[in-house]
């Protein structure tokens, strides 16, 4: 029978078994979800879960948030598609001209597409277009997405690259400063001993020229790979490095833009400004959206036809990124991500402290981390992807919902709203200690 023939008999059709879901889409819970509101979600049983993993740090603004959706609808109810190369569309025109303006300084313009993914891809040609030069450079641990490109890009895992060799060339990759997994041994950020300048170093005189270098692409907090913090000085002196060699610096902060680590744009914590930035996931509270932004006269070196999308800034994802920003100035999310962040890093440290299990606590912002070891072993660093996914099937079971991440799947990612309450904060350090505890940690 179909839906609709079902309707007719007021009969509402069963819910598809999730089977027909092909299984490259791992898995994290076997939730069916009915709504959200706010930092929670709430399952057709009408049980509710503490989403601390944002949809991958993307519904920042919560759930459903009532000005989000009214925005949405109401664009939706006038024009769901007005293609960028065939009309002007006053979302967009509005979106465009508030992008110029999220970053300090003057002269910034943007580009809209789809995913995150897209855009750095966008980084990448208009990178290469701009400067007549052919390759880029990105991090070990980097995560820059899943389409050919962005996959050549990527360092955080083999399971994002490894079966799909051959993968387009001119990409190399050098050393991020890993302080807590650093060679020399385990030391602090603020005194970082990392040889990541040497090994970009050797990099330019053993691989590549770096006047043949277009850009060098790099997370401010790597995600994907582990939510490393890198030392204080790693950001302005890559800067300075690639203004010598006339290199374009490409910041991903896809996953840190808009508020998520306590400043609209994580770059911000060092004062360090990139020449492109690449932008999705909190841009537009869940709906697709992803972008880049540069200056103006940067994007003047782009000619028309040689990029664009079917979809890229599509109306109704304007309009919900609009409704966005106006919720993440008028509720001041910026600065509650940095207190509801200091919270959540005091309480973990505080947490550490018991148990032996946790090796390394980092965090900046909303974007929070326990890396898990296996104490007394190796040389005190070795990683525990078990304990890892026992202590995230715990925290599940006491409904609260966080995430995994590092090379080693050894890393507990914690992304909480950035509407987040400080009750809310406390509740899930409590289970997170409670799930530590019984997952033997
Ligand atoms: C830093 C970073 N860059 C790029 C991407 C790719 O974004 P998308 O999944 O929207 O293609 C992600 C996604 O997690 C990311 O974290």
């Not at 769901?80 to 509005?94: A, C, D, T």
């Not at 890009?153 to 650093?182: I, Q």
Request: one cysteine or more.
């Amino acid at each position: 029978m179909t839906t609709d023939a079902r309707a007719e008999k007021g009969e509402a059709s069963p819910i598809p078994d999730p089977t027909v879901i092909p299984p490259v889409w791992s898995r994290i819970t076997n939730l069916t979800i009915d709504r959200g509101e706010g930092s929670w979600l709430i399952t057709t049983d009408g049980e509710r879960y503490l989403d601390y993993s944002s949809g991958i740090g993307v519904t920042s603004t919560g759930h459903a948030h009532p000005r989000v959706v009214a925005a949405i609808q109401a664009q939706a109810a006038k024009l769901l598609h007005g293609q960028q190369n065939i009309v002007y569309h006053e979302p967009g025109l509005r979106l465009y001209e508030r992008l110029s303006h999220v970053m300090p300084g003057e002269g910034w313009g943007a580009f809209l597409s789809n995913s995150g993914a897209e855009a750095v891809e966008a980084s990448v040609k208009l990178a290469r277009i701009a400067t007549g030069r052919p390759v880029i450079l990105g991090f070990r641990y980097g995560f820059h997405g899943r389409t050919a490109q962005t996959m050549a890009l990527t360092t955080a895992k083999d399971v994002y690259r490894g079966h799909f060799e051959p993968l387009p060339g001119s990409v190399y990759h050098t050393a991020y400063p890993y302080c807590y997994r650093a060679s020399g041994g385990a030391h602090s950020p603020e005194a970082c001993t990392c040889d990541w300048e040497e090994q970009l170093d050797l990099t330019f005189h053993q691989l590549i020229y770096p006047e043949h270098v277009a850009a060098v692409i790099v997370e401010p907090v790597v995600g994907e790979g582990g939510y490393i913090v890198p030392p204080p000085g790693f950001l302005p002196r890559l800067r300075e490095i690639t203004r010598q060699y006339g290199i374009l610096l490409i910041a991903d902060e896809v996953q840190t833009g808009f508020g998520r680590t306590g400043e609209m744009f994580a770059m911000q914590h060092w004062q360090v400004e990139p020449d492109i930035v690449v932008v999705a996931k909190g841009i537009a509270s869940g709906l697709p959206l992803s972008g880049i932004l540069a200056q103006r006269t940067l994007l003047q070196k782009w000619p028309p036809g040689t990029h664009g999308g079917t979809y890229g800034g599509n109306v109704v994802s304007c309009a919900a990124a609009n409704a966005t920003l106006d919720v993440i100035e008028s509720e001041g999310l910026v600065s509650n991500a940095r207190e509801r962040g200091d919270q959540f890093l005091t309480g973990l440290r505080r947490t550490a402290t018991k148990y032996q299990s946790i090796g390394d606590v980092r965090g900046l912002g909303l974007m929070l981390a326990l890396e898990l070891i296996k104490p007394g072993q190796g040389d005190g660093r070795v990683p525990n992807p078990e304990l890892t996914k026992g202590v995230q099937a715990e925290a599940l079971a006491r409904k609260l919902i966080v995430l995994t991440a590092g090379t080693y799947v050894n890393v507990l990612r914690i992304i909480p709203p950035l509407i987040t309450t400080s009750e809310e904060v406390e509740l899930a350090l409590g289970i997170l200690d409670e799930s530590l505890a019984a997952a033997g940690a």
